[in-house]
């Protein structure tokens, strides 16, 4: 069921009755909040580890601040209508990686083992790099339509993005065992959150051409509808894919988020369950391969089903997370109270474990509301928006966060196997960061599509009140 | 002790601030469900709203075919169905014509024209030639799309 938003509602932009309201001033002053957040948790970490703030606060303070203003200014400029929710939940989510990446460098500072030097400014550094590419697809795409017509070639884009690290020699590629990196001086990137998007793009112009011939041809069988053999091609070489990613490149995460992806966004084009119970049994066959066949999956699966069983070998992180999740209880050990530092990799894969021993239970669900919220807008601009690629693309992008954030937590909590794939916006990491950015610029430029007042057809034929014809009641 | 004491109002006061933020955002989200902040609602009469709604119908509904369960809330602009980009309702439908019918108030009544589209409009069973009046719940049929109207 479909409640028009203020942007669908005729009645709004009827003449007379007033503009339709934008909400921008609500989507500042929520920024204001967001950034209230995270300069009171720089502030905390800071009095609490150190014992003083030095004037770094201000600074990171006035750059954070700075960042969102940009963010909000573009957003008013290029896409008035937008969803007055998105950046601030985004913004709240980063400011509490920045603020969790300085408290593990302060930790990392004290204890002498910090290697790689301080991370929270490259991290917003990343950040603003982010703020870039947001800006460049505002800017770019003015209409998100225009996107379905480059969707054979983002889908190439997106596959060469995949390939490319699998394709590199290890020494440029691999990082702990995963060869999806590509690292030249100094700086390493993962274009497989690149691709993600892009195929996501390609996932939703394609469906949105072909769902009539998924949803309607098929057969009974057993009470179910299945499609017919040959339209199980795309999704077979979805899967293909996504098994060759985890054959070349040693990464579960990704294949699993490009596979889970497709096979949600067929279900949400064609409305038909038996996508998602065929997909389902393409995964544990494709699972119970892996597992057969690789070594580093296996590892993952027995240290999930026991985790302290092999606590000093591959099991150590996450009975380190699990440890750090009971520390934190409820209300957590304060921020600058815990020790996230003892799980190793503490800042990227495993901050939503940092976040719940430092602000406990009741912090990481706050944490997992806002990503709740991000999704439920993405979902209802894809509701809203009148058009089905961008209902398509929409529900794929938001889905994507969902379907990330879930995984990750999973590995975290012990609830699914370690992936290694990164808590979207939390997480120090640049590539996926910065992809996210474009993520959600898109999500702003469809959710702008969607409440965007519908424009009266330019030649207005003559109103049927002027008509002089009588309308007879039968 | 007074650090300990600031250090436990840092603790939950965080979290509370944390807290307030979501509790704005799903403020923000109700707000839009419901049309309206909750505390503005009371600075129009509710009566005199009311009444001006009770007239005629309020909702374009979707019944059938791919947009199924679309609700569009009817102003007193025209609505304009079809397959062009700018229509109010878009459809994907390959029997539709891309300007295909529209909708219009006269005094709170709604009537269906069609605009000259291939496959026709069809109002219950008969196909429409000049405007109709459509009252609530009569079935407006565009190719494998059916609409009607709710109050």
Redesign the interface.
């Known amino acids: ?6 942007g ?7 003449a007379g ?1 007033g503009p339709v309201p934008k ?1 921008r001033g ?1 989507e500042l ?2 920024l204001g ?2 950034v ?2 995270t300069m ?2 720089q502030c ?1 970490v800071d ?2 580890m150190t014992g003083s703030l030095t004037s770094e606060v201000a600074t990171f303070g006035a750059w954070f601040t700075a960042l969102w203003l940009v963010a909000h200014v573009l957003v008013r400029r290029f896409a008035p209508y937008a969803d ?2 998105l950046l ?2 985004v913004a ?1 989510l980063v400011g509490l990686g920045l603020s969790m990446i300085h408290r593990l460098d302060i930790a990392g500072d004290q204890l002498g083992s910090n290697s790689s030097g301080e991370d929270a400014p490259v991290q917003l550094l990343w950040a603003t790099v982010g703020l870039g590419l947001f800006t460049a697809v505002l800017v770019v795409v003015r209409d998100h ?1 225009v996107l379905a017509r480059f969707a054979y070639t983002l889908a190439l884009v997106g596959l060469v993005l995949l390939a490319i690290p699998a394709v590199l020699p290890a020494s440029i590629s691999e990082v702990y065992g995963a060869k999806l990196w590509i690292r030249v001086a100094g700086f390493s990137i993962q274009p497989g959150e690149f691709a993600k998007i892009c195929l996501i793009v390609f996932f939703a112009a394609y469906l949105v051409d072909k769902r009539d011939v998924l949803a309607l041809a098929s057969r009974k069988v057993a009470g179910l509808e299945l499609p017919r053999g040959r339209d199980l091609g795309p999704v077979l070489v979805a899967w293909a894919a996504s098994i060759l990613v985890l054959v070349f490149e040693r990464d579960l995460g990704s294949s699993l988020l490009l596979f889970g992806i497709f096979v949600v966004m067929l279900y949400v084009a064609t409305e038909r369950a038996s996508w998602l119970i065929i997909g389902l049994l393409l995964f544990s066959g494709g699972a119970f391969v892996a597992y057969q066949l690789f070594g580093h999956v296996r590892v993952r699966v027995d240290t999930w089903l026991d985790p302290f069983a092999y606590a000093d070998e591959g099991g150590y992180q996450i009975v380190q997370s699990l440890f750090g999740l009971g520390t934190g209880g409820l ?5 600058g ?1 815990g020790r996230p530092d003892q799980v190793p990799v503490a800042k990227s894969d495993f901050i939503a474990s940092a976040i719940g021993e430092e ?2 239970l ?2 990481l669900v ?1 944490v997992i ?2 990503y709740l ?1 991000l999704v ?2 993405g979902l ?1 601009t894809s509701l809203v928006v ?3 690629f961008g209902k398509l693309l929409s529900a794929g992008l938001a889905f994507a966060v969902a379907w990330q954030v879930f995984v990750v937590l999973g590995g975290v909590t012990g609830l699914l196997p370690l992936t290694g794939l990164t808590t979207p916006f939390l997480a120090y990491g640049g590539s996926s960061l910065v992809a996210n950015f474009g993520l959600v610029a898109l999500l702003v430029r469809i959710s702008d599509a969607a409440r965007r007042p ?5 030649p207005t ?1 003559p ?3 002027d ?1 002089p ?1 009588e ?1 007879v ?1 039968p | 002790m007074t650090s300990e004491i ?3 109002a ?6 509370l ?6 509790l ?3 403020r ?2 109700r707000a ?2 419901f ?1 309206g902040r909750p505390g503005r609602v009371t600075s129009v009469p509710p009566r005199a709203q009311a009444g001006r709604k009770r007239r005629g119908p309020r909702h374009l509904v979707v019944t059938a075919g ?1 947009l199924s ?12 169905i079809g397959r062009a ?6 459809l ?1 439908d390959d029997f539709a014509s891309s ?1 295909h019918a ?1 909708l ?1 108030n ?1 005094g709170g009544q709604w ?1 269906v ?1 069609d605009l000259g589209s291939t496959n026709g409009t069809y109002l219950d069973q008969q196909r429409v030639q ?4 459509v009252s609530p719940g009569q079935p407006i049929r565009i190719g494998q799309t059916v609409l009607e109207l709710r109050s």
Do not use: H, N
């Open positions: 069921m479909v409640t028009p938003g203020p669908t509602d005729p009645r709004a932009s009827a009755s909400r609500t002053a929520l909040f967001a209230l957040i009171a948790a905390i009095i609490t007055p929710l601030p939940c709240v339509r209300f957590g050990a304060g921020l109270g602000l406990g009741f912090g706050a509301l806002l919220v439920e807008r209802r009148r058009d089905g519908t424009a009266p057809p330019a034929p109103k049927l009140t008509a014809t309308v009641r | 600031v250090l436990q840092f603790r939950f006061g965080f979290l601030l944390l807290w307030l933020f979501i704005a955002a799903f923000v989200v839009d469900l049309g791919p369960g679309t609700r569009i809330t009817l102003g007193e602009q025209a609505i304009l980009d700018d229509s109010t309702l878009v994907t300007r529209r219009t006269r009537y024209e000049g405007p109709l009046l």
